[in-house]
């Protein structure tokens, strides 16, 4: 085992907060630049965001942007920013900076902030240890310092390390070449419980098979289930093979990669071929040489000096750096300098029209595929079926998929999620029955997807129970996203007993299935029972994300409980995710259920663009605590900003002016319930009718009339 010489205490280096203050940083392996300097000199920070502190999302977001461009600069003027504006650098905070120092070339900064941290979480050390390991190919020292604070982290007293710890160590023992140690952390994962994880066995596949290990290697990736290989992991294996000459093992490999639902590519193709010497004297393996050949050639893998290769390799690297909208304009220089497109390219492009939300640029696309016959292969036709759905267009979705011939899996899959997600819970029903019609066997996304549709329809929770039938006879219960659904159809439908029953199998801790025992608690109006399941996590040291905070906050608003409301709006303020949508919104209707005006307000006003359902919530809230001259002021406010109202904001607008007896308002707001085609809907009708009555006097009978034409032809 490496061992280190003298390296300084956790607490010995300085701090670049400090050296911002002082103007004087250390010396940083990168060219390092004082951070005020930094600072003055960068205009990606916004002017906004230096003049006042902001909350951790949002710094988080402009630490990701700088991580995407590999942007130091911008990274220590978000970090001067931060300091200087006096914000509180959280245990969040500190983490993600950290990760952006590493992964901006800064390991030093990133090593000052770990020793400066006032409370280290498993996160921290998770952090620290990854940048280690991403700077160990070069350096030996990291090598032995990663291994250091390993160690140091199983002395410490916090919980035992996870996967993400694991894996970093694992990527150091790579690197180093030493496989004892990645022996001796396999066998701690045993001890721990993480030797099933197909995170770690993936990195130890990867190392048994670097250091010639072959047979462990395999052993490894078998056990790791099919729908959790992912395309890399497969080519680690085939790459294995041939370089060790493994033909036969190599051919069986790539068959069994072709049938899974991932897809070999260019370099699943060069690696089987590599195994192959030029000279095959047996007639099966030259066929099947020619059938990969062809297979290549197919999808266009053949030549990777080609220009649509080079360009295509750069539309895909703008995407997976979170850019998709240079990934468009890359297309765009594509087009511009005469180079065809292939399958790669339009699938590449889909993906970043849906990264940009463009529906009418996504039609464009489309029609080039039918104009280049590329609509008609199936994995184009699948990223089409996904943009349509991404975009909000089912109806287009759902024509390119009665046009495509010869359907898979993913194909089904994707209609029924995406229905799913839309609101069209029958269709994707009847999708699901279509597919086992068809003889296609459900996986565990199929399921998990047809489930949260049942969990939304009245009749759909025999179907849930006979699923999860399904799902215990094919043993995909085990499945997280399977077990977590089933578990919102039990609550759904008030059966407590049995969602509590599937949450105790689970191995682990999940949050997605607390989440869901949460909500179904509040739904069967056991408010006090969902925020005891909240104290129960909490005080457990489990992580809490903007759900389990949403939910929490809808049980405190449901209980009238002022004090706990507050405290989770505290917590929320305090990890940063008070402005997520989710949780403001839950936030803001629970001080208005609890009467709590002046509270409501504030968190309206922090919220940085209101959606119709917050606005609506504001307008509600007024009308129910007496302030009915301020619902109609919000009302103006609403409008002025551009956010339609929707039929319950008029019903409620409605009730505002009957109760202020504002013929003149209450006018208006029937102008405007007419021209937005609102006047059909039931409740609003009602609510006119009540309005008139109140204005007998000052509304005419041929008006109340009229409303009471539209109710009628409404229940006709």
């Known amino acids: 085992m490496y061992e280190l010489p003298y390296t300084p205490s956790l607490e010995e280096n300085p701090d670049p907060a400090t050296a911002v203050a002082a103007s004087a940083a250390p010396k940083c392996d990168c060219n390092s630049h004082r951070f005020s300097s930094s600072f003055s000199n960068n205009a990606n920070v916004p002017s906004s965001l230096s003049s006042s502190p902001s909350s951790s999302s949002q710094w988080l977001s402009l630490l990701r942007t700088a991580i995407s461009r590999n942007n130091l600069l911008l990274t220590k003027s978000i970090h001067a920013v931060i300091t200087t504006s006096a914000h509180s650098v959280d245990p969040f905070l500190t983490n993600n900076l950290i990760t952006a120092y590493s992964k901006c ?9 770990f020793d400066k941290a006032s409370h280290r979480d498993i996160v921290t050390w998770n952090s620290i240890i990854a940048a280690y390991a991403l700077y160990g190919d070069s350096d030996h020292d990291c090598i032995q310092e990663g291994f250091r604070l390993f160690r140091l982290l199983l002395v410490s007293s916090l919980p035992p390390p996870t996967k993400l710890t694991l894996a970093p160590v694992l990527k150091i023992c ?14 701690y994962a045993v001890k721990i419980g993480l030797d099933r994880d197909s995170f770690v066995c993936g990195a130890l596949v990867n190392i048994h098979a670097k250091f010639g290990r072959i047979r462990d290697a395999r052993s490894l990736f078998n056990i790791i289930p099919g729908a959790e290989k992912d395309a890399v992991l497969w080519n680690v294996m085939l790459k294995a093979f041939g370089q060790m000459g493994l033909k036969d093992e190599a051919f069986l490999l790539f068959s069994q990669f072709q049938r899974s639902e991932l897809r070999p590519d260019d370099v699943s193709v060069r690696w089987v ?14 066929k099947f040489v020619e059938q990969v050949q062809a297979y290549a050639i197919k999808l266009f893998l053949h030549n990777e000096t080609s220009d649509v290769y080079l360009w295509n390799k750069k539309l895909s690297e703008y995407c997976q750096a979170g850019d998709p909208s240079a990934s468009v304009q890359c297309f765009i220089h594509m ?8 399958s790669v390219t339009l699938v590449v492009s889909l993906a970043a029209v849906t990264g940009i939300n463009d ?3 996504g039609k464009q696309f489309h029609c080039m595929a039918v104009k280049s016959g590329f609509h008609l292969d199936i994995i184009v036709a699948n990223s089409l079926i996904n943009m349509y759905f991404k975009t909000g267009c089912p109806s287009f979705a759902l024509e390119v998929f009665a ?4 359907l898979d899996l993913v194909s089904w899959n994707s209609m029924i999620t995406g229905c799913a997600q839309s609101g069209l819970e029958e269709e994707s029903v009847t999708l699901y029955l279509g597919l086992l019609r068809d003889s296609f066997r459900p996986d565990h996304y199929t399921l998990a997807s047809v489930l949260r549709a049942c969990s939304s329809l009245t009749a759909g929770f025999s179907l849930g129970k006979q699923i999860h039938v399904h799902a215990l006879k094919t043993g995909v219960l085990t499945n997280n996203f399977v077990s977590t659904a089933l578990i919102d159809v039990y609550s759904r439908a008030g059966r407590m007993d049995e969602a509590e029953l599937l949450l105790k199998n689970k191995d682990e801790f999940d949050i997605a299935s607390w989440n869901a025992i949460m909500f179904g608690y509040v739904i069967c109006n056991n408010s006090f029972q969902a925020f005891e399941l909240f104290n129960l996590m ?9 759900i389990t905070l949403a939910t929490a906050a809808k049980a405190c608003g449901c209980l009238v409980d002022m004090e706990r409301g507050r405290q989770v709006h505290t917590y929320a303020i305090k990890h940063g995710v008070d402005l997520d949508f989710c949780v403001s919104g839950s936030i803001l209707d629970m001080y208005i259920k609890c009467g709590e005006m002046e509270g409501a307000r504030t968190v309206f006003q922090a919220i940085p663009s209101p959606d119709d359902v917050a606005w609506t919530s504001m307008v509600s809230g007024c009308v129910e605590n007496g302030e009915e001259d301020l619902a109609l002021s919000v009302y103006h406010q609403m409008r002025q900003s551009g956010v339609p109202p929707d039929e319950y904001t008029f019903a409620t607008l409605i009730k505002a002016s009957s109760c202020l007896t504002a013929l003149e308002q209450g006018r208006q707001i029937h ?14 009708g009602t609510s006119l009718i009540d309005m008139s009555i109140i204005f007998v006097k000052g509304y005419s009978f041929l008006q109340v009339r009229k409303a009471n034409d539209i109710l009628a032809s409404k229940r006709g």
């Open 403 to 406: 046009t495509v011939e010869e």
């Open 105 to 113: 070339g800064c390991l030093s900064f990133a090593r000052h902030l």
């Open 273 to 286: 071929l590599s195994g192959v010497s030029e000279a095959i004297a047996d007639e099966g393996d030259k």
């Open 335 to 342: 087009s511009r300098s005469n180079v065809g497109c292939d």
């Open 671 to 684: 102008a405007n319930v007419i021209k937005l085609n609102c006047a059909s809907d039931t409740y609003v």
């Open 174 to 187: 790579l690197v180093s070449g030493y496989l004892p140690a990645a022996e001796m952390i396999h066998g």
């Open 538 to 546: 909490h005080r457990s040291g489990e992580n809490l994300d903007e």
């Open 359 to 361: 529906l009418e640029l």
